[in-house]
């Protein structure tokens, strides 16, 4: 399978605006050396608590942020630091689709001429709209209707039609369902993965959602304060994370079913304050197996067979692999939520 995207080493910090006269700003990577890559056809997903830089990664990923150092390569091409018409080009091949539906709508304009937008802006033939809103379900008459006239599950139909029209090879997808009711984060999923399977759609899929995730995934890459501490194919991922933090950050989803016990505490206190984290492993503070070396030298992300992990006690058998328990995704929903 060959790299669609590849990040390599991307840095991206933010200030602190001054809390009163005498407090200086202060600046914090949301960001740290992130290195990834993407192939074609696949769900990486990037999964995490909210901080720890899975939004400012997926726009750094699509450009829309630029890095403070690092790049980003679309199959084989320099998306950073490239001309002004060579961007343009590239941009057409790299989408993204909003979290907030309705607040990345006009209200006043209808749902057709918001679609059609990207093409006026590339000079492309607006007919391409026809074509992206009868995949997504929405073609007819319900083209000519107002945001406000639609549920939420159509304006995620919407916005997934609007990043569909310029035929993209790239989605970034960041909390495409988090704002949705369960069943119909279900057909908006599997609208998703059939879109993926019918037009080879390369997808970077962001979510704190752990059994969303489970659901779309190929890959999955945690994020903890700016830093990737594990990838791993799903299966893997979920039966056997390595990480400690993906250990414990698995065992905390709530499991609804009273007669299965959880087999790992959940994430003991608050993350560290991001500008200014810990020395050595960012996680040490609240890892249960951490030791003097883990408090004093940052763990390189090292490769492990078909996975990669951050942690020293790994090697040493000191974290040994659990297996996770998370509920599994509900059954596919077929039935329109529409009429």
Not at 51 to 67: A, E, I, M, N, Y
Not at 70 to 83: A, E, I
């Amino acid at each position: 399978m060959s790299v669609l995207l590849k990040a390599d080493n991307l840095t991206r910090s933010f200030v602190i605006g001054r809390k009163s006269l005498f407090r200086p700003a202060r600046s914090f990577n949301a960001v740290d050396g992130v290195s990834l890559s993407v192939n074609r056809g696949e769900t990486l997903s990037i999964v995490g608590e909210s901080g720890c830089g899975k939004s400012t990664l997926s726009r750094l990923l699509l450009g829309l942020l630029p890095p403070d150092q690092g790049s980003v390569t679309l199959d084989g091409t320099q998306t950073t630091g490239v001309p002004p018409e060579e961007w343009r080009r590239l941009r057409q091949r790299m989408q993204l689709v909003y979290q907030d539906a309705a607040g990345s709508l006009d209200q006043r304009l209808t749902i057709r001429t918001q679609v059609e937008e990207p093409l006026r802006i590339h000079g492309l033939p607006l007919h391409m709209a026809d074509k992206a809103l009868d995949a997504v379900g929405l073609g007819g008459a319900m083209s000519a209707r107002y945001p406000h006239e639609m549920s939420g599950g159509q304006l995620q139909r919407v916005i997934i039609a609007r990043a569909l029209v310029m035929e993209p090879e790239f989605l970034v997808l960041d909390e495409p369902v988090s704002a949705l009711d369960v069943s119909i984060q279900a057909q908006i999923v599997n609208l998703l993965r059939d879109l993926q399977r019918e037009l080879g759609l390369t997808y970077v899929f962001v979510s704190h959602d752990l059994g969303i995730v489970r659901h779309v995934s190929d890959r999955v890459a945690v994020m903890y304060l700016g830093r990737i501490v594990e990838t791993a194919p799903k299966s893997e991922f979920y039966d056997r994370p390595l990480h400690p933090y993906s250990q414990l950050l698995l065992n905390s989803v709530p499991v609804p079913d009273p007669t299965r016990r959880k087999r790992a505490r959940i994430i003991p206190s608050d993350p560290p304050d991001p500008a200014d984290p810990p020395s050595g492993c960012r996680f040490h503070p609240r890892c249960p197996q951490a030791t003097a070396i883990c408090r004093e030298q940052a763990p390189a992300l090292r490769n492990f067979g078909n996975r990669q992990a951050a942690c020293h006690m790994i090697e040493t058998a000191r974290v040994p692999p659990l297996r996770a328990v998370v509920p599994e995704p509900e059954a596919r929903h077929d039935a329109e939520e529409f009429a």
